[in-house]
């Protein structure tokens, strides 16, 4: 619990409705003030800090990471996992369930959380499985769970294919005031696909993942939705088809939200094929921004670092869900950190693992695609940071109160950089972006009013 003042940057709190250059006051950990006239009422001795020109934010939520612990802390752990989101600017993660044990029971939650509390450098909310084992066929007890920690409910990476038994789990899911986030894919349509399947998959010679595989299980959680009232997330949606479900359904008022990936409305299913493919036909509106300035990023075809699931689709789905989080039927944009190892990727493209790392780039490319190509005002894209993910998850958490937690990110919107392997923090290095060049970072990211992660170029 830390003390600071800073002055002169242009504060955006979209859930305060605040964009206005102003001063943020923070005593003991605590947020006290935020305005023109909040540093008269800090100490004498308080530490100041000029931000003038920067851009100062609620500390940033992402609501899909893997930490990896316990079980894989080979791939990653809570002290490098969390290290990567500070310095990617987020304050809060949400970790996954899918570890070794799962999180299905109260002991692996204490376990989380007590590692969390001596290593992490960023909060760690913690997520529930819906099911024993990850297994789809029992249900985890939600009660232990929810008096445990955990914030939410999802057997990610492993749909639930049982729709009486997701139906079971929503409707207890709301016993306990615990949001249900999901990952939309019927296992029988997707089968052994390893990438979009379309032109590319066939031009490849490798299995499809067809679109209906995503759309099937979010059109069944709109259903259990409308029936139960319950309210559903769903993850990482990646098709045209998916967003045009959401839309329709918020229309009618069914509680139901959505997340788009960062890899998913920044790159296509062209992308396996090489560097080419992808740059001549999808990538041109990305590359516009840097021509000139950096050579064009390239991939070997079958880059390993480029399968994920959902997979990358096609270019006129990836146009669908940048219009989706620009109108808001996306609520959170969420990198689904998935860190694996080398030899694990240094594979057959069919036998590789599927995931990327996503902490340390997921802001920039946000503000690449959408801030500085105009289609976002910062209000809102930093809205599906912060209290996009904290309304979903029910947690306070992506906004700048009075008495809240002095969390708060400073980002230079208009820095431009290159990621580079040696600047990662991360333990994997699965990461399709290392070379590519991007306009906007977090150059600071402070909790509970202390330095978790501060840019070299920028001096605090």
Request: include cysteine.
């Amino acid at each position: 619990m830390e003390s600071l003042l800073l002055k002169g940057g242009r504060v955006i709190d979209p859930g305060n409705r605040l964009d206005a250059v102003a001063d943020v006051l923070i005593l003991d950990g605590l947020i006290a003030a935020v305005g023109k006239d909040a540093g008269a009422k800090a100490p004498a001795d308080i530490r100041v800090v000029q931000v003038d020109g920067l851009v100062v934010t609620p500390g940033l939520v992402d609501m899909h990471v893997h930490l990896r612990e316990p079980g894989f802390t080979s791939k990653e752990n809570i002290a490098t996992g969390t290290a990567a989101a500070a310095r990617g600017g987020f304050t809060s993660v949400l970790c996954m369930p899918n570890t070794e044990p799962v999180i299905d029971n109260s002991s692996t939650v204490a376990l989380i959380r007590e590692a969390a509390a001596l290593e992490a450098k960023a909060n760690v909310f913690i997520a529930g499985a819906i099911s024993k084992g990850l297994d789809g066929e029992m249900l985890a007890p939600a009660s232990s769970l929810k008096s445990a920690g955990v914030v939410a409910l999802t057997d990610d990476g492993h749909c639930i294919q049982n729709n009486e038994l997701m139906r079971r789990a929503m409707e207890y899911s709301a016993m306990f005031e615990l949001p249900v986030l999901d990952h939309c894919q019927d296992a029988a349509l997707a089968s052994e696909g390893v990438m979009h399947e379309g032109y590319w998959s066939t031009a490849l010679g490798l299995q499809g993942y067809p679109s209906v595989a995503e759309e099937m299980i979010v059109a069944r959680n709109i259903l259990l939705s409308e029936m139960t009232g319950v309210h559903v997330h769903c993850q990482h949606i990646s098709v045209a088809g998916s967003v045009q479900l959401l839309r329709e359904a918020k229309l009618r008022g069914v509680r139901v939200s959505g997340e788009a990936a960062p890899h998913h409305f920044v790159l296509t299913d062209a992308a396996v094929a090489g560097s080419d493919e992808f740059w001549a036909e999808d990538g041109l509106d990305y590359w516009r921004m840097f021509e000139g300035k950096s050579e064009k990023p390239s991939w070997p075809v079958y880059e390993t670092n480029l399968k994920m699931n959902p997979p990358l689709r096609s270019n006129t789905d990836r146009e669908v869900v940048i219009n989706a989080v620009r109108d808001g039927t996306l609520d959170v944009i969420a990198s689904d950190h998935a860190p694996h190892g080398n030899f694990e990727k240094e594979v057959e493209f069919d036998y590789a693992p599927f995931g990327i790392t996503g902490l340390e780039t997921e802001l920039a490319l946000a503000l690449t695609t959408f801030y500085h190509t105009g289609r976002m005002g910062l209000m809102e894209l930093i809205r599906r940071f912060t209290a996009g993910p904290s309304e979903v998850l029910r947690i306070d958490k992506g906004v700048l109160n009075t008495g809240g937690d002095g969390d708060l990110t400073i980002i230079d919107p208009d820095r431009e950089w290159v990621f580079e392997r040696s600047g990662t923090q991360s333990r994997s290095m699965n990461s399709p972006f290392y070379g590519w060049p991007m306009k906007g970072r977090a150059v600071a990211t402070i909790i509970s009013g202390g330095i978790a992660w501060n840019d070299p170029g920028f001096v605090l």
